[in-house]
């Protein structure tokens, strides 16, 4: 009996270590993928910077030419190509940080989160913007509602949930979506929140 304990505790162990962690070295950002989900077309920008010896002043100088964002991954829970419906996804982006005072970058998120009424009839907060930590920083976090028309004529109504975690010269947006009517990704989405790591070098 034990025997076999031991040998169902060895497979959960073996299955379980067998999960994806995805890390950028660039911006010292790690986290759990979840189970299962495929990568978009992420950008070879963020590839390429790996290979590079770069320091930070270059960096921000990198990220300010590209727009002021660079998308270091996007997930999809099912292959966008096949799946018939809104694909639950995930996106993160590394964007310029224009104002280092924590309250005065907050507020300029939460101004340009209400920008979203102009572009959504029905758009309305689910939660308000609110602070949290995520890995060892002060961070910024909120969920929104809103109805999206695809180019076929259908509409999906779309929750999405989003966090703001600004880090030196930069900070980290990460956009989660999924469908309000359908499949909820709110334990995948919370544990790979609970899993991210940003280094403190």
């Known amino acids: 009996m034990n025997r076999i304990i ?5 497979l959960f162990v073996l299955v379980a270590s067998a999960q994806r962690r995805f890390e950028n ?3 010292g950002f790690s986290m759990q993928e979840p189970e299962g989900w495929v990568w978009g077309n992420n950008t070879d920008l963020a ?3 790996e290979k590079l010896d ?3 002043e270059k960096l921000k100088k990198i990220v300010e030419d590209h727009k002021g964002s660079i ?15 809104l694909v639950p996804a995930i996106q993160i982006n590394v964007r310029e940080r224009k104002n280092e005072d924590f309250d005065t970058f907050k507020s300029d998120v939460i101004r340009s989160a209400r920008s979203f009424h102009g572009l959504y009839n029905d758009f309305e907060f689910i939660e308000e913007p609110y602070e949290l930590k995520v890995s060892h920083i002060k961070s910024i976090a909120f969920t929104t509602k809103f109805t999206m ?5 259908q509409q999906y109504r ?5 966090y703001v975690i600004p880090w030196k010269h930069y900070y980290f947006q990460i956009n989660m979506t999924d469908d309000l009517m359908g499949e909820d990704c709110s334990l995948e989405y919370l544990k790979l929140i609970k899993s991210i790591k940003i280094e403190r070098k």
């Open 6 to 10: 031991y040998i169902t505790i060895m």
């Open 25 to 27: 070295k660039t911006f």
């Open 47 to 49: 590839l390429n910077l």
């Open 54 to 56: 770069i320091d930070e």
């Open 71 to 85: 998308l270091i991954l996007s997930l999809f829970k099912y292959d966008p190509q096949t799946y018939k419906g």
């Open 149 to 153: 028309n695809t180019d076929n004529g």
């Open 158 to 162: 779309v929750r999405s949930r989003i």
